[in-house]
């Protein structure tokens, strides 16, 4: 059994951070994080280190906490957002993209669908008013009653206090304040493109 245990603490940005010795966590000078090794009793150890942190406000926390980060930073995940189904160019990695280095495993079929056009292209929406519910996945988008796209994951922010998702709709329409719609099981909610990467948008806390 293998077990992740992270320590969540306020701490200073301008800390610098390093990596162990022995490649086994993160070090600064206020705050450690580690992985325990395979090990039997990995769950008598995460509930230790729970007991041992309450002082620190130690909690344990879950894939959609995870996921309500990424969505604020407008973070892409394999099988959503990254996916066979849209070219790299629709899913903004537009900068990883070299097609005049030389030959390399499907340079012909990109090319290709560069030249037919793209269908689709990645946004971050804010989605308003929501209540009990947010983006799950796979929820249509609308504009003027039609569907121009769905999208692809969505959580509430937490440090944004907004409800966000992802998604992919027509390149036409993937200008920073476009309006649009979405269906929220089988409810239409008013959405808005923000800006990529809404919380923390010049990656400040991320440099520092």
Do not use: C
């Not at 009793?41 to 309450?54: L, P, Q």
């Not at 709709?169 to 309006?179: F, I, M, R």
Request: hydrophobic share 35%; no cysteine.
């Amino acid at each position: 059994m293998k077990i992740l245990v992270a320590v969540k603490r306020v701490i200073d940005y301008n800390v610098q951070i390093r990596v162990k010795e022995d490649g086994t966590g993160i070090v600064t000078d206020n705050v450690k994080m580690s992985t325990n090794p395979p090990d039997d009793n990995a769950i008598e150890e995460a509930v230790k280190i729970k007991e041992a942190g309450k002082d620190l406000g130690i909690k344990p926390f879950g894939i959609r906490a995870m996921n309500s980060l990424r969505v604020e930073k407008s973070y892409k995940l394999v099988g959503t957002e990254l996916s066979i189904e849209y070219s790299p160019y629709e899913s903004g990695l537009d900068r990883f993209i070299h097609p005049n280095k030389g030959n390399f495993i499907g340079l012909e079929a990109l090319n290709k669908w560069r030249e037919k056009g793209f269908d689709n292209k990645l946004v971050t929406l804010e989605i308003h008013n929501t209540t009990d519910s947010d983006v799950l996945g796979n929820n249509p988008i609308y504009k003027d009653d039609k569907v121009v796209g769905r999208a692809t994951g969505g959580e509430y922010g937490f440090r944004l206090d907004k409800s966000i998702a992802l998604a992919m709709v027509k390149p036409d329409l993937a200008n920073v304040g476009e309006k649009l719609k979405v269906d929220i099981l089988g409810k239409m909610y008013e959405a808005t493109i923000l800006e990529e990467s809404p919380y923390d948008v010049e990656n400040k806390l991320l440099r520092a």
